[in-house]
């Protein structure tokens, strides 16, 4: 069975520190993979995503996840974090399993 | 203009009554998905609809029942409403059945059971 685990459901950093978000899934075939963020309060809002090709995929506010097809691994990290990047973060799994899987999620929460 | 867009933001009711929740997108996607978020934020599928018919229905209990009026719509029906009802609902859309662009989801509806 396809399954997402995030490893830390909590992850407190300091403003301007790095941080890395862990995302490992289960699966033998070719995934899709994709971060989300949900800030309070609010929606889903897609963050990234892996489709094909390079495996470093970066987003338009400083984050970037790897895909590691030997670990199945899709780490989200950010050199440098921000107030505003207090949020909740969902990594999710899709295998044309017509759904999307998403792990527990990781609340991030940066102390100034 | 909202992607899609679900109404009510906020609900709350009674035990044993039924309410309604209604999604609509604007993005000309072929399917749309409702997902439970319980109180510790795990998001959990119910139910998909690809151009108005349901692919995915899990275990969810039949006092919830899907309705999709056509491909920009999909409305979510519950009936005897219960205290474990209580959560908050999420419609998404995406432009095809294997999600394999990802979701574009709605705002949510904080529904409450007292």
């Known amino acids: 069975a396809q399954s997402v685990t995030q490893l830390d459901s909590q992850v407190p950093v300091f403003e301007e520190a790095p941080v890395e978000l862990r995302c490992n899934y289960s699966?033998?075939?070719?995934?899709?993979l994709f971060w989300y963020v949900q800030y309070p309060n609010q929606g889903l809002q897609l963050l990234l995503k892996y489709l094909s090709g390079s495996t470093l995929v970066k987003s338009i506010n400083g984050f970037e996840a790897e895909f590691n097809k030997s670990q199945t691994s899709f780490h989200l990290r950010k050199p440098s974090v921000h107030i505003s990047d207090t949020a909740e973060y969902f990594c999710a799994v899709s295998l044309g399993a017509q759904k999307l899987v998403f792990g527990q999620g990781t609340r991030l929460t940066i102390n100034p | 203009d909202t992607a899609v867009s679900q109404t009510p933001k906020y609900l709350v009711t009674q035990m044993g009554n039924d309410k309604s929740i209604k999604c609509e997108q604007n993005?000309?996607?072929?399917?749309m998905y409702w997902y439970k978020q319980d109180s510790k934020k795990f998001l959990k599928i119910m139910f998909s609809?690809?151009?108005?018919?349901?692919?995915i229905n899990e275990t969810v209990p039949n006092r919830f029942s899907p309705k999709s009026p056509d491909k920009a719509h999909l409305n979510l029906h519950i009936n005897s409403l219960e205290l474990g009802d209580s959560a908050v609902y999420f419609c998404?859309?995406?432009?095809?059945?294997?999600?394999?662009?990802?979701?574009?989801f709605g705002s949510g509806t904080r529904l409450t059971v007292v």
């Open positions: 998404a859309s995406s432009q095809d059945p294997r999600a394999a662009y990802g979701y574009t």
């Open positions: 609809y690809n151009n108005k018919e349901l692919i």
């Open positions: 699966s033998s075939v070719s995934v899709y």
């Open positions: 993005l000309g996607h072929d399917t």
